[in-house]
C-alpha cells in the first residue's frame, strides 16, 4: 500500500508540472538584422493558442503588429474564451493579422467574430502596409493554395501554420525577411529528448530558415514535457 501511495503521488506530482507548463507561457525574443531596413520593426508573433487565455502582460508588449499564425481555435474552445483572447490583443491597439491553420474551420463562429474585432485574415492573400508587407498561405482552404502575388515593400514577413509546407514553397519563400511558422508545439510532450516532432526555433525547410513556435495553448490534454508554452516578440533592425 505505502508503494501505492508513493507511486501515485509521483504521478500527480508529474501531471502537475506538466500542468504547469501548458499554461505558463515564455517570452522568446528575437532580433533579425536586414541591409535594405530603414527602421526598425517590431513583431508579435502567437500560434496554437487552442483553449489558452491570453495573458495580460502580452497585451503591454510595445510592437509594430500582432500576428496570430493559426489554430487560435479548435473544436473545445468556447466564444467566451475567443472574445476574452480577441479582446486582449486589441489592447495593443496595432493591426492583428491571422493565419488560419488546421483547426481553426472547427469553430464556424471564428471568422466572423475576427472581422468584429477589426482582425485582418490573410488566407492566401498579401497584405501591404505603409512600411511593411505580410503574406499569410492557407493550404487548409477547401481549394487548396494559392500563391498570392507578393509586395516589394519591405520588411516582408511570411507565415504559414504548418512549417512543413515550405519544402513545396521553397522558390516562393526564399526571398522573404522572415518566415514564421506553429502546428508543432515542439512535440508538445517528450521524454528523454524524444518526441513526435522536434523543439521550435529556427529550423531548415528546403533551404530556407523557419522560425517555428511551439506555441501557446495544446492540443488534446493541456500538458507539456519539455516543451513551453511561448509567444515571441521579432524585432527586425539594419544590419549597420
Do not use: C
Amino acid at each position: 500500500m505505502r508503494k501505492f501511495w508513493i507511486t501515485f503521488l509521483l504521478v500527480v506530482g508529474i501531471l502537475r508540472y506538466m500542468g504547469k507548463r501548458a499554461v505558463t507561457p515564455v517570452r522568446r525574443e528575437e532580433t533579425i538584422r536586414l541591409k535594405h531596413l530603414k527602421e526598425s520593426f517590431t513583431v508579435l508573433f502567437v500560434s496554437d493558442v487552442h483553449n489558452n487565455r491570453i495573458e495580460d502582460r502580452m497585451t503591454k508588449e510595445d510592437v509594430d503588429i500582432v500576428v496570430i499564425g493559426g489554430d487560435f481555435v479548435d473544436k473545445r474552445v468556447s466564444d467566451a474564451t475567443m472574445k476574452h483572447n480577441l479582446e486582449a490583443l486589441t489592447k495593443l491597439n496595432k493591426p492583428i493579422f491571422f493565419i488560419p491553420g488546421n483547426n481553426d474551420r472547427e469553430k464556424e463562429t471564428l471568422f466572423e467574430l475576427l472581422a468584429t474585432y477589426g482582425v485582418i485574415t490573410l488566407s492566401n492573400d498579401t497584405y501591404t502596409g505603409e512600411t511593411y508587407s505580410i503574406t499569410g498561405l492557407d493550404p487548409y482552404r477547401p481549394e487548396g493554395t494559392t500563391l498570392p502575388q507578393k509586395s516589394n515593400v519591405r520588411p516582408s514577413i511570411l507565415i504559414v501554420h504548418d512549417p512543413f509546407f515550405i519544402h513545396e514553397w521553397q522558390d516562393y519563400a526564399e526571398d522573404y525577411d522572415l518566415v514564421l511558422a506553429g502546428h508543432t508545439h515542439g512535440g508538445q510532450v517528450r521524454f528523454m529528448g524524444y518526441g513526435p516532432y522536434e523543439r521550435g526555433g529556427w529550423k531548415k525547410f528546403g533551404g530556407k530558415s523557419v522560425f517555428v513556435s511551439e506555441g501557446y495553448g495544446t492540443s488534446l490534454l493541456p500538458i507539456r514535457l519539455e516543451t513551453h508554452s511561448e509567444y515571441h516578440v521579432f524585432t527586425m533592425q539594419n544590419e549597420s
